[in-house]
């Protein structure tokens, strides 16, 4: 392809004569300007004048004109402006630099990648959120044309062949010197447009010639090096080195579509060595590969010409090609040694160890012979594009049935690990499928027990392999028996060991083989064995270090291999012997049975430790494979939450399992773990492990907390009074089960909840976070703006700022991930990923689903929920971009609920929901000055509701339309009112108009809305009207609606406990249980909460209770009832409380019999049967509470409508499983 600019002819006028004959209508248009019959053309004029050729159609002159960015009657654009342009469009590179007098070489990522494939989910209203995104590579020799023929595919592919709309590479010289240079410098990515915005958009990426010239582009683009991520490379490097060794790998690792274009056609040997060395730096480098990429050969504008490679025969040039190179395998020296070194015996074989298929096309010389007519070229080039868009759909596939096809969010994750590993500068091949599992977060069942065979079978399989069988069948029991509640249930084998386990188990097995096991062959002359995967075979057998093995061959399995049946009997049998031992013991006590099981299956895990399968005691390692997963391996059947000062994380029903039997979990649910059940660690600073988990029958306390930039310290001075309000000198977050907070107030939530910190303490750091990241904004907004059209991570005030002020706001748990719960409570914050609401969790691994990882620094994850265009930058995690979670939920309280639903069941009962504004006015915040900086413009339409819904009432006013009477009963909403009295008023100055909100960055107003909010008083009243509310109806209510509140926070510190339930009389249910207290006597608080009790009432018989400091709280009630549906209220009075005091509701109630009945586990409760209550001198017992008033015949309130079902735990999971529905 030529690179000389091409003059636009006037058209010729009609009917004129042939130039050479005169007698006949010349027809055709020469490019030398004369015209000629069809005749004349052929014989005579293109024998004299061989060079010239036919005219073109003006379409193609068009097209061709784009292509070279030729503007007829002027000059080409200046290449200075072009290439700056162009840096946008780098992707990743070698930067090399001195650091006192030390040279550094570092690959640098601009996320470019990123921000392509979050542009291309919001190209239009239809582009999918699941995308799955292709690479077709671009690599060659140094002015090959590799930038023109992108540029030439990127304008078919747009929708009015315009290149003006589109990035697209700068065309490279025409002539001279600068012909034998590089015209792109690294490598570059750009979109092709008629894919963009699909289900899987196409990339093309330009990458630098192989001579490793210094590139044409580099005399302009000094600014792609400053923003991204780095990756320091142990050992310095050129860069020739870069684009010979470290570009091939990388892209060979990602492309779907390798493009090699080259204008060398003397030698085809000589193309296919240089190809095969380019292909073996990135084929050799990686094992385990699961699709191989296809392989297009591009000889563009060649000396030759053959009029068969442009004809409809488009496999023509390809079987030229081999045709050729067949011949010379043996003639040519250099390619019968590289045969020879791979145990090929053909040209055909040897590509496709490394290739899928092999396509050789041909681009003609423009201006050039017969063929280089640029209707030829245009031909020619859409071909192509075809041909890519078809290879690229071939691999997709194969790529979706091997499990292998990475979405837009894994992608970037992937390539962040192999950036890493490149930057280690090391031999070892990237293997594949190892850094696949990376990006895969198990979910199902069998992702789980696949995980667990994966870690069992890592070295010998035979050692561990009836360990390995054991403990899998320890756990399915120990998971039936916590499962079943009812006593006197019978297990058998086939009950237990169920069709669902069965095929978990066996979907598990497969998982692992096709995976995991690899490749039996063992090459007889080097005894190097295959370290292929079944999967992962495409190449054939590789050693160790990535080299193809002399023969390519089949994927091997061992002789004496796992055999999947026999695999899955010895865990069905391991299980009939532990029944039948469990049995002879003890035939039905299941709390007997419970206790064996547990004990043998601590045993197995024990076992499996001796064997180095599971990790020894001490501090988890980083690369502790134990200590980053999302499997509880101390059950696995379920989500790991809580961390243990080891490092490990464990669910649970697993905590509970492994706890003391003490006072403190009897009457406070607070339970001590002495010993990590996976590693055995003991011993060390944190140890023992005490949390507290939410007791049975108890109701959920859930906080929602605003966003709002300065305006959050409103929220926060009403958190801080409702402290002080509840008055036991414990921090707010104690009283909260869940915590969602977003932008400002997740940061909020992150300091109360997961810092533990009181509201009061947070004030000044709070303060301190927005002086710092408001105090200075970047200068030139007027230059800003252009480069924020090309980066996007640009902001308003420095970044660098911001984070140092939340790290300095963190500092105490600055080593510490955010995930893992460490206390009781949930707390999770919102951040906007596209235009979705995205979750960070303690309690969740993430990554996959609404959770992103939660595998970074509560610093880190407050800069991913308050990034707000164009305030800040958005924060690169997760291998997307998070902004603002303001930009779609000001207030999460639906979120928020929802979450609470998906956590505990959507049955879940609520002591209260309590939604926390940064305040409201008549008048929404003016426009930020600032808007037209943001980009894209999806973002800039997400900001402009930001504004207009930051005080969160319109989200409050959906939710309570939306929900249902009892849940509105139970949900509050303190924000303050912005009025005129806010502000100090100064003589003589008249009111124009409503009081506007404060603007999201008004640090000026921050102290007036800090001291407004402390004497605000004039919130949103609840009322209550149903027998089910938390303070009955016929009571008077406090006007002070944060004292009202915080004595019904501090009533849910009390819970009811069940001992029994007797339905023996077939119409009245007599429950027995006791009113305990989640603090204990060695808990902060309880002293204070000692003298505020006056007394409890059941029903409408009050007990009179004078608690003893030093005694664990304990009341025991019996009542009855008929109705199963009618509400039992259990009330506490407070009377040393200052103010009007009505009864409140204990946490969980009021509470109906049909309820208890559906959450008891009676098999639990046998722990009380022989309590002896005279070891608590403070103890009481109510009389009876009788309530027969109503006759029922509705069967919902019918006992033999009544279904004992599984107790709901803190882990919603804990009862039960779908196979193949997350967990």
Known sequence: MDFGGIGILPSPPSAIECGKCEARPGTIACNCGEHFCVECFHKSHLRRNPTHRKKPDEKYQVFWNHIRNYIPGGNQKNHAESFKKDEAAKWFGLDTRFYQNVRVSVIVDTLRLTRLLENSRHANEHSPSLQFPSITSFVGPTGAGKSVIIRTLIYHSTKNGSLGLYDAPVPGACSGDGLLSSTTGEVNLYSEPSTFGTRTPLFFADCEGIMGSEPLASNYQIDWTKGGRKYRIQKPMDRRTAVKELYPRFLYIFSDVICYVTR??????????????????????????????????????????????????????????????????????????????????????????????????????SGNGKLGGVDIIHKQTARLLSRIKSDTDRVQLGRAKSLSRFDSRQLPCIADLAFKHLATNTTEPFDFGQYKQHTLVPETLPSFFGEYLQRCFKSNIYSVYTYCAETLGSAILNNALAANTEEGTIFVPSVVFNTKIRDSCQKAMDLFRDENVTCAYIDPGTGYKCVNTKLGHTKGHQDKSGTFMRSGGSFVEEKDGIDTAAFIALIENYIDSLIRKFSAEDHSNQRTWRRLCAEKHQSNIRTLRLHGIYPQPGRAEANDPFSTTAVCYGCLFRPSVYLLPCGHAICELCVKANSEDDDARKYNSKYTVKACVICGTSTGPQWPYV??????????????????????????????????HIGLGLPIGDFFDLIVGTSTGGITALSLGVQASYATDFVESFKDIWKTSFSNQQQGLGFLHNFIKWWWLTSVYFTENVEEALQACFQRIRNQKLFGLRNHCRVAVTTTVDSETKLIANYQRGGTGKYLSSDLSCSDAARCTSAAPPYFSPKMHDGILCRDGGLKESNPVHTMVTESQRIWGEAASYDMILSVGSGEALKRQPDSRYENLIEPGWVKSLFGIFLNTMNGQEAWTRFKESSTADIVERSSRLNVFIGEDMYPK???????????????????????????????????????????????????QSSDVLRMLANRLRASLFFLHIKSVDKSDGFIIVVKGAIRCRLGPSDPGFTSLSPMVTCFRVGQETIEYDLDRKQHFDVDITFSHESVSEPIRIDVKFGGCRGVNPWV???????????????????????????????????????????AETQYTDSEDSLSGIDVQTLRTDDFSDSGFDANTPI
């Open 986 to 1036: 100064r003589p003589g100055t008249v009111a124009t108009g409503p009081t506007p909100e404060p603007a999201f960055d008004d640090l000026k107003k921050m102290e007036i809305m800090e001291a407004y909010s402390q004497e605000y008083t004039a919130f949103e009243e609840p009322v209550f009207r149903s027998s089910f509310a938390p303070t009955p109806a016929n009571e008077i």
């Open 264 to 365: 060398e056609y003397k030698s085809w040997a000589e193309i296919a060595i240089r190809l095969l060395e380019w292909s073996s730096m990135g084929a050799q480098s990686t094992i385990n590969q699961y699709a191989l990429p296809a392989l297009v050969i591009i000889l563009n504008a060649p000396g030759i010409e053959n009029e068969t490679w442009v004809s409809d025969d488009t496999e023509a040039m390809t079987r030229d090609f081999f045709l050729a190179i067949e011949k010379e395998l043996h003639a040519n020296d250099d390619l019968r040694a590289l045969a020879a070194k791979n145990g090929d015996t053909s040209m055909s074989e040897l590509f496709k160890r490394s290739y899928s298929s092999v396509y050789v096309h041909y681009i003609p010389f």
């Open 691 to 724: 949390v507290r988990i939410r007791p049975s029958f108890s109701g959920l306390r859930i906080l929602s907390l605003d966003g709002g930039g300065v305006r959050g310290i409103i929220q926060l001075i009403i958190l801080q009074r409702l402290e002080s």
């Open 1145 to 1187: 509701a204990i946490s969980g109630c009021p509470i109906t019999i049909k309820k208890i009945m559906e959450e008891w586990d009676s098999v639990d409760a046998q722990n009380n049967v022989e309590e002896s209550r005279s070891q608590l001198p403070g103890h009481h017992e109510s009389a009876g509470y009788d309530k």
